[in-house]
């Protein structure tokens, strides 16, 4: 640590002028006139402003991370005055004392209310770890104030790679994200602190870990002229791995900041060629082909990426017309619902008329569809159209009246308490949300299920729900800016954009996507081991209580911000709808009626690199709701090699099996021991080896947890009336 030279122990007068200085400044900091280079507001319109590289926000030494405190302070204020935006920040430097970098960054969004606060941060940093004991910073001079001849020797060398690309291991690739992890957490996520993503060093090849920033606010990319390389005419062009992660970074809209264009690195194209070329990769990049494709998700959904929607409740309220003009848009949804209920009715027994009952006709699209199956399968049939919507119901009997006619009967009620004339082979409905259960299909069908002759069908068969643990500081922010418990205890409808999937491949079953989202549970149509009065209705509804407990392998550090819930359906056979990532091409590709869902947390769970994450999750019900419940807890696995934590500065890695549940050792597995090799993780692990939940059985380690979710439907539920 520096200690401030007194007047008395130095004995120099020189010094004590320089003291008295460094005083004088720390009292009201300020510039002159030729120590800025902008002075006027037009001026100050155009400009991204980049604080001073020599700050060292995390230094060592406490006395040059105050001054580089008042230093950023005082170029932040004079950039407010200016009403600049935004602000690029140095990069952390020092893992050591990031939480310190923090803190200040922490300050100036309490002292400057509206402006940006922009992280550069390089995306991965062997420094980082060649350096662990002194961090490559320049020197401060000795009273603390800057000179600007010191500078981050990583980026002032970013002209020369020292590493392959495939060298970069776990340890490096982690080292920045924890870094910033610190700093918006100790920020508390403050929407206003975001990235610049600084692609100086080389990308590595295990592109997968790259996948966290999609998760991140990214608002800049800092592009030097050093990491183009030059193509067979000469003209400056990306890596193809580095063409493939700027391509998809587009979905955060960034700025680029092009640095050393005008060096003369390349030969051909001159200095507009490096922005020519990024703009080709911001055209040809998938978010922005996605929107242009005529018909396409993306195109449908322009505007509502990643903004948080209530989930409908078509069972309590009624919807409105344009409700279910938006849903009769779907090209995919009404082809698949007829293609099955054509199959079903070219299966049925030879029978002369074949009954179907519509349950919950909405404005009659699915009937159409009955009458069009019929006709393609030379079938006679009867329809009945179940609606409670009193509103919708005009419109069915408008339809009746002009196209359906005598083939089909209105039936206006709740489909758990109205009649039928006459029994049904083909029950069809389509009552499904996000999760599939979520708009109480189940409890709806078990209403109507009576309905059907006892080898008759129901359309859909059977549907699942899945999840999988997502991170998303965008989603988090919007999830709890309502400020009370009911922001971080709804589910909602959102479709997914800047967020990233925490699970990996390794581990659960259902091989490689099937560890990566996992299923919850399944819901089938008719069910006949229910209980059921008189009327063939349910005595409660336990039988549609669900829970489940789901291990995830996460192979990457992140954070976990919630749980992203989709469903998929059979309708009948092998026709199907599915929102699931993995399958949805291949079942349901370009359908438009349902986002995923997100569970949100109301804390962010930090889920180190090889940890296991076990999420629990309850559909549960009393006679007026249902609702669901969701928590989570992470594990470091416990297995060969053995790991003993002492202290926060001892740390160290022993061999053998060996375990104590009453002590601080703990053993964990080989991949674990090579995680916490960087010392990030160590640090996350180590602060609380006596708390530490020590299980000698399933071979775990117990790092953390949730709170659990919306216990007893206290914050959001669906009405079952
Ligand atoms: C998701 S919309 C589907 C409408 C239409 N089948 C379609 O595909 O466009 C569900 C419809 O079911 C109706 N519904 C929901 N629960 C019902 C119930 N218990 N009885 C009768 N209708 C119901 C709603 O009013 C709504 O019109």
Known sequence: MCIMPSAGAAGNEEVIVVEKAAEAWRQSPSFLLDEVTITRLDEAEIVVPMASDWLQLDATDDWIRHDSGIALQQEVAYASYLNIPTIILPPPRNRSHVA??????????????????????????????????????????????????????????????????????????????EMWDVIRTVCDNNARVTLTLDLTPPLPANANVLDRWAAEPVQHIFLPASAFIANVKGYPVLPKGTQAFIRQTMIHHPTFILSGVDSGVHTMGGESAYPQYVKHLEKTSPVAQATKTEGSVEQFAQGYQDYLQNPLQPLMDNLQSITYQTFEQDPIKYHNYEEAIYRALVDRPDRERIVICVAGAGRGPLVSRCLKAGQRANRETFIYAVEKNPNAFV????????????????????????????????????????????????????????????????????????????????????????????????PYVVMFQNVNILSGDGGGAGGRCGSRIQECWEFEHPRKDVTVNGRGLPLTNSHNVRSAKLTFHIPHAGVMHGLAGYFEAILYSDVGLSIHPCHKERVSKDMLSWFPLFFPFREPLYLPSNSELQVSIWRLTNERQVWYEWYAESFLPVANASLRIDTAEDVGVSEGPSFSSTSTHVAVPSPVVDALDVFPLVARVEPRPGSMEVTPASGVVKIGQTALHNPGGRSSWIGLT
């Open 100 to 177: 310190s970098y923090g803190r200040i960054v922490n300050e100036c969004l309490r002292n400057i209310p509206y402006m940006h606060f922009s992280v550069r941060l390089p995306i991965y940093d062997p420094a980082v770890f060649k350096s662990k004991e002194s961090p490559p910073h320049g020197d401060l001079n000795s009273n603390g104030i800057s000179t600007a001849q010191a500078s981050s020797p990583k980026l002032a060398s970013s002209q020369k790679h020292p590493l392959k690309p495939s060298k970069v291991s776990e340890g490096e690739l982690n080292a920045t994200w």
């Open 395 to 490: 419109t069915l009997q408008y339809r009746k009246a002009k196209e359906w006619g005598s083939s089909v009967e209105l039936i206006a009620g709740d489909m758990r308490r109205v009649e039928l004339p006459e029994p049904v082979d083909i029950l069809v409905s389509e009552l499904l949300g996000s999760f599939g259960d979520n708009e109480l299909s189940p409890e709806c069908l078990d209403g109507a299920i009576r309905f059907l002759k006892p080898d008759g069908i129901s359309i859909p068969s059977s549907y699942t729900a899945h999840l999988t643990p997502l991170s998303s500081s965008k989603l988090y922010n919007a999830a709890r800016e309502s400020k009370d418990l009911r922001g971080v205890e709804t």
